[in-house]
């Protein structure tokens, strides 16, 4: 299993971002996708996920600003972020949870920095 997460970068307040995570030997029907972050110096939250059956959820503090969304024929996962604010500003993970065995998998990193 591999998850690749990309499409991070600096933005200005305001501004959108849209981070990918390329799946490698997922099934996305038997699993939980769900991108979290990091900001400095504090604990990693989720952001949004989505099952296997396509419903998805979102943090409060994201909810109406960002999307996630999946594309099973390119095996990959989107998280579109709009209205981008400082505290915005982490390290994004993606995360895939096996709902049968458990199994955890985490990608490497993607740095959102939203400044002036």
């Known amino acids: 299993v591999q998850l690749q997460a990309s499409g991070g970068g600096l933005v200005r307040p305001g501004g959108s971002l849209t981070l990918s995570c390329a799946a490698s030997?997922?099934?996305?029907?038997?699993?939980?996708m769900t991108w979290y972050r990091q900001a400095p110096g504090k604990q990693r939250v989720m952001v949004a996920a989505v099952t296997g059956d396509g419903s998805t959820a979102y943090a409060d503090s994201v909810k109406g600003r960002f999307t996630l969304s999946r594309d099973t024929a390119e095996n990959t996962v989107y998280l579109q972020m709009n209205s981008l604010k400082p505290e915005d500003s982490a390290v994004y993970y993606c995360?895939?949870?096996?709902?049968?065995?458990?199994?955890?998998?985490w990608g490497r990193g993607t740095q959102v920095t939203v400044s002036s």
């Open positions: 030997g997922i099934i996305f029907s038997n699993h939980i």
């Open positions: 995360n895939a949870y096996h709902t049968i065995s458990s199994a955890n998998y």
